[in-house]
């Protein structure tokens, strides 16, 4: 399955430019993507499941997305949708996959962003936050085990570091320096718990220095900046140097699933940060640098709606599982 | 050749490590003091740090790296010190290994052994049989050996399979049992129970340790001339309902063992299946022998009551078979 037209990078002429353009193009897809899912498909009862989106977040995704080499291994949360697409998967399957259709990559077997595919290393999340931290360092294994050179990417949100797993995992990838790259987005917010009564330190990434892990914290809502730090640190575990974490501060703009209006959030911050917004902060690097004019801007959310409208039009017309398969693939029988 | 539980273990890890460079290591002390119970001593001389992976006492982040590593298509195999602490990596083999296949069609291929089981004056920590708790989780694959043929044709069928294999190895027969053991390469399927002794009066389903007990009290039974067939599962899912209705309708009448408790133990659900699928071949009710639903006790006169023996299964089997 090819990628929507707009996601096909053009020929670097300007390197910069390019970039941004790509930043935009990926952050404003996952946007759209996950508005008419969040706003529409889930209201309209066609997703009758869970829908957790990555509103104001789609700066980390895309920024350190786009640092990996194809033979990396991703392991995203669950509002991470920006790294299925940079991987190839199209929108539409994005869409089935919601609407549990055998079009999505678990044929209906999960919803939301549940969902993995080896082959383009892409491993799926589960609901208990940070068990995919040791996962991650496993994959690490792998590929140093194999003499590889890529590196494993290991998203998780504020509230995942205080499982045990993360700190499990985090131990084990620096004893054995295993070259992973840890993204926290720190979003303030798990589900109604704030930051305050999660953790007693003021930074996710005051946690890695017990683990001998270096760690910097980077605005999350600035894509370049994230794409800068992304670059570092993979650059560091590619390297061999071991792990490496990222703390990108930001703000989850929306409830923690579309069932939950967020009343617990004073509305003074969301407020604060609405005016961060890393896509209208993108949009003014844009103009401000002379990348793109407001209309070519503009032009790209068009493209980018008429694929949506497509895809989910494809979606929609994708059928459901046939219930036989429900036991099929429990086993597998290779 | 004439080998130990134990040794049969570790040989069949040992070929497996030769055999395929992508099956490694990775537990609490396996390395340079070669386990616990010294299944992967040498391991770590002949195939290095790289395949004999000394780890954090971190049960999670054991089973989480295996699960990765497999994922990218090595097989590793996880050892918990003790099976008792398998819980402390419940999450990551019933929620991430056991759901990759059904929900996004990948494959886990990787083998957790857990040394279980009483006898050994292990206190509650150190003695329990956990097994049920994964019998009861779809998409994991679970077997307990009973011998040292049985224990390496296993190891090797856990470690080629392409599924979250967890191999329960009973600690009391590390070094009690020895037996000859076939020369060279051979896997003893998973899924296949064998039918370990004919007999034609009533049938033991038991696996693990408890096959030697339920010999034990077959011998004493057919002195008295009652003639017992043992079925050893030796696979506890999936589970091979094949043989044991097979035993049941040869017999007529059932005893269910095992050294597990016996609340939501196998014994409930292998009861279940013989009265759905077996019942008008049945001449007596289907009982169970099982330890008493407590943790397991420490001090040697509990710890006795505790575990089912030859004593009570022959006892028991008498009352059946004279039902």
């Not at chain 1, 990078?9 to 993507?33: C, G, N, Q, V, W």
């Not at chain 1, 407020?271 to 902060?281: F, L, N, Q, S, V």
């Not at chain 1, 070519?296 to 979606?315: K, L, T």
């Amino acid at each position: 399955m090819s990628a929507p037209a707009i996601l096909h990078s053009p020929k670097k002429t300007d390197p910069s430019r390019e970039l941004a353009l790509e930043f935009l193009r990926y952050m404003a897809m996952m946007r759209e993507i996950e508005d008419r899912i969040e706003r529409k498909l889930y209201r309209q009862g066609k997703i009758v499941g869970g829908v957790y989106v990555g509103r104001g977040q789609e700066a980390i995704p895309v920024g350190v997305g786009l640092t990996a080499e194809p033979e990396d291994v991703f392991c995203p949360s669950h509002r991470d949708m920006a790294l299925f697409l940079i991987r190839g998967i199209h929108p539409r399957q994005i869409f089935a996959q919601y609407m549990g259709r055998v079009g999505g990559l678990t044929r209906g077997k999960d919803g939301n962003m549940h969902m993995g595919d080896m082959s383009r290393r892409i491993i799926s999340i589960i609901s208990a936050m940070a068990a995919s931290v040791p996962v991650a360092a496993g994959a690490a294994l792998a590929l140093k085990y194999r003499g590889a050179r890529n590196i494993s990417y290991c998203f998780f949100g504020d509230g995942a570091t205080s499982r045990g797993d993360w700190h499990e995992g985090l131990n084990f990838a620096s004893v054995q320096k295993l070259p992973v790259v840890y993204v926290c987005n720190n979003n303030q917010y798990a589900y109604s718990t704030p930051l305050s009564k999660q953790m007693a330190c003021a930074n996710v990434s005051d946690r890695a220095p017990g683990y001998n892990i270096p760690a910097e914290i980077v605005d999350g809502n600035d894509v370049f900046a994230v794409y800068d730090a992304a670059r570092r640190a993979a650059e560091h575990a590619r390297a061999g140097n071991g792990p490496y974490l990222i703390e990108c501060k930001t703000f989850r703009m929306t409830g923690h699933s579309a069932h939950d209006q967020a009343e617990y959030v004073p509305p003074a911050l969301k407020e604060e940060w609405a005016g961060k917004d890393p896509i209208t902060r993108l949009e003014a690097k844009l103009a401000g640098e002379g990348w793109a004019s407001r209309k070519e801007i503009g032009r790209i959310h068009d493209q980018i709606r008429e694929e949506v409208d497509a895809a989910i039009e494809w979606a929609e017309k994708s059928p459901y599982p046939e219930a036989s398969e429900l036991l099929e693939n429990v086993y597998d029988r290779s | 050749m004439q080998m130990t539980y134990l040794e049969a273990i570790r040989q069949g890890i040992w070929e497996e490590m030769e055999r395929d460079p992508d099956v490694f290591l990775m537990g609490e002390d396996i390395g340079i003091y070669g386990g616990a119970f010294k299944i992967t001593v040498g391991m770590l001389d002949r195939f290095g740090e790289r395949r004999v992976i000394d780890t954090p006492i971190s049960e999670s982040a054991i089973v989480g790296a295996a699960i990765g590593a497999s994922l990218m298509g090595l097989r590793p195999v996880a050892e918990m010190q003790f099976a008792d602490f398998i819980t402390c990596g419940y999450d990551q083999i019933v929620n991430f290994a056991a759901k990759c296949r059904y929900r996004w069609g990948a494959a886990v291929p990787m083998v957790i052994r857990a040394p279980s089981g009483g006898g050994i004056h292990g206190g509650p920590f150190h003695s329990q049989n956990p097994e049920a708790w994964f019998v009861h989780t779809p998409g994991l694959k679970v077997v307990a050996p009973s011998t040292a043929t049985d224990a390496k044709g296993l190891i090797k069928s856990a470690i080629r399979d392409n599924n979250p294999v967890l191999y329960f190895e009973h600690k009391a027969l590390y070094r009690r049992i020895k037996e000859e053991v076939p020369e060279g390469d051979f896997t003893v399927p998973i899924g296949q129970a064998a039918v370990v002794r004919e007999g034609s009066d009533l049938s033991i389903i038991t696996y693990g340790a408890m096959v030697h007990v339920a010999r034990e009290a077959a011998e004493t039974l057919e002195k008295e001339g009652i003639s017992v067939e043992i079925v050893d599962l030796r696979t506890l899912a999936p589970l091979d309902e094949d043989t044991v209705l097979a035993s049941v309708r040869k017999t007529s009448k059932v005893l269910l063992l095992h050294e597990d408790t016996l609340t939501g133990g196998i014994g409930g659900e292998l009861a279940a299946r013989i009265s759905e699928k077996a019942f008008e071949s049945l001449d007596g009710p289907i009982l169970r022998v099982t330890a008493p639903d407590t943790p397991v006790p420490y001090s040697p006169p509990l710890e006795e009551a505790f575990l089912p023996n030859a004593a009570k299964v022959t006892e028991r089997a008498r009352w059946l078979a004279r039902y």
